[in-house]
């Protein structure tokens, strides 16, 4: 299997680079005939919604319904498509930053009970555990 970087999703998504879109469309294109997928880690995740927040000025729930459409694309394989369903129902249902939700459930995912944190709005979360 083979991953894909944060600027490829980015020219799919946004189109602002015509060539480079066609190509990212045709990779995928051939990927699906082929029927293999392309991974997109959590990192590159994280990554995208930096960008499209601050390069792209989306809104959070544009940005949700961004991710939400990936989820349908055949040939990308998330690193985690449960964490992913569960990142968008938490960025739907709070307003907790979605980079700090998508960093609280990659560490339970990983195992940890909680994640220390000095951010207040995110120690609001069962996620995070405030340092006092």
Not at 46 to 71: F, H, N, Q
Request: aromatic share 4%; hydrophobic share 45%; proline share 2%.
């Amino acid at each position: 299997m083979k991953a894909l970087d944060t600027n490829v999703l980015v020219r799919l998504l946004t189109g602002d680079d015509t060539a480079a879109l066609e190509r990212v469309e045709a990779l995928l294109r051939a990927a699906e005939e082929r029927d293999e997928t392309f991974r997109v880690t959590d990192l590159v995740l994280l990554e995208l919604l930096w960008v499209l927040r601050s390069s792209y000025r989306l809104d959070r729930d544009k940005i949700l319904d961004t991710i939400d459409a990936l989820l349908d694309a055949p040939a990308l394989a998330f690193q985690s498509t449960a964490g992913v369903n569960q990142f968008l129902a938490i960025g739907r249902a709070t307003n907790l930053d979605l980079a700090d939700i998508l960093i609280g459930l990659n560490a339970r995912q990983q195992g940890c009970e909680t994640t220390h944190t000095l951010d207040k709005k995110a120690a609001q979360s069962e996620l995070f555990e405030e340092i006092p």
